[in-house]
């Protein structure tokens, strides 16, 4: 239970800060937060171990909490914002 509450927590920061990124509204406001979030930390966390089999392997993707990384979370979210985004509403960013 508390691995979940670190996830939801750590979501949260990377979506928003994927937000702060890139300024876009979110479908679904705070539970679209959330989703965007854990589907970035999945991603990003996916993204992280495909990296470290090609020998990128960089302090800074080892920054996290409790095994959580938070850049590859942070990466991982903005991209999902975006493809979301750019899904749902696709005139008003183009």
Do not use: D
Request: hydrophobic share 60%; charged share 10%.
């Amino acid at each position: 239970m508390q691995h979940l509450a670190i996830h939801l927590v750590v979501a949260v920061i990377a979506a928003s800060i994927a937000n702060i990124l890139i300024p876009r509204r979110i479908p679904g406001r705070f539970l679209g937060l959330i989703l965007t979030g854990l589907v970035g930390v999945w991603a990003g966390e996916i993204v992280f171990k495909v990296l470290k089999g090609y020998g990128v392997n960089n302090a800074v993707f080892h920054w996290g909490i409790l095994g959580i990384p938070l850049i590859p979370s942070i990466v991982g979210s903005v991209i999902v914002l975006f493809v979301v985004t750019t899904l749902f509403h696709p005139r008003r960013y183009m």
